[in-house]
């Protein structure tokens, strides 16, 4: 069972961090070679301090990600998707499926605190 939990770990720290490098290169326009490049950090990060943390961390990235295309266009995702699911990417469209809810709670509570 524990063999199970860490390919699956694995599986999904790997597909969360090709998403998070491609968007940050491709979108962001951050080098890759730059030592502020997630895949770098996320690299060092891992190394630091093992699998699950690196993971946690790597997920609340992609959330933070998430909710910065909130304003991205329906078009604008639909390019994305191609290009990410071109290169066998997960795309930001599954993503958002993942994690939308807990992203739109966030995004709904820094906008209107009065409500919660």
């Given at each position: 069972?524990a063999?199970?939990?860490s390919?699956?770990?694995?599986?999904?720290?790997?597909?969360?961090?090709?998403?998070m490098?491609?968007?940050?290169?491709?979108?962001?326009?951050?080098?890759?070679?730059?030592?502020?490049?997630?895949?770098?950090?996320?690299?060092e990060?891992l190394?630091?301090?093992?699998?699950?943390?690196?993971?946690?961390g790597?997920?609340?990235?992609?959330?933070?990600?998430?909710?910065?295309?909130t304003?991205?266009d329906?078009e604008g995702?639909?390019?994305?998707?191609?290009?990410?699911?071109?290169r066998?990417?997960?795309t930001?469209s599954?993503?958002?499926?993942?994690?939308?809810r807990?992203?739109s709670?966030?995004?709904?509570q820094?906008?209107?605190?009065?409500?919660?």
């Amino acid at each position: 069972m524990a063999r199970d939990t860490s390919n699956a770990k694995q599986n999904e720290y790997q597909a969360l961090s090709a998403f998070m490098d491609y968007f940050s290169t491709q979108v962001w326009g951050i080098a890759p070679d730059s030592a502020a490049h997630p895949a770098k950090v996320g690299r060092e990060i891992l190394r630091r301090v093992g699998m699950s943390k690196a993971l946690a961390g790597l997920k609340q990235a992609v959330n933070d990600t998430i909710e910065a295309t909130t304003d991205l266009d329906v078009e604008g995702v639909r390019t994305l998707d191609r290009a990410l699911a071109e290169r066998g990417i997960i795309t930001l469209s599954e993503l958002r499926r993942r994690y939308w809810r807990k992203v739109s709670l966030r995004h709904c509570q820094k906008t209107h605190p009065e409500r919660h």
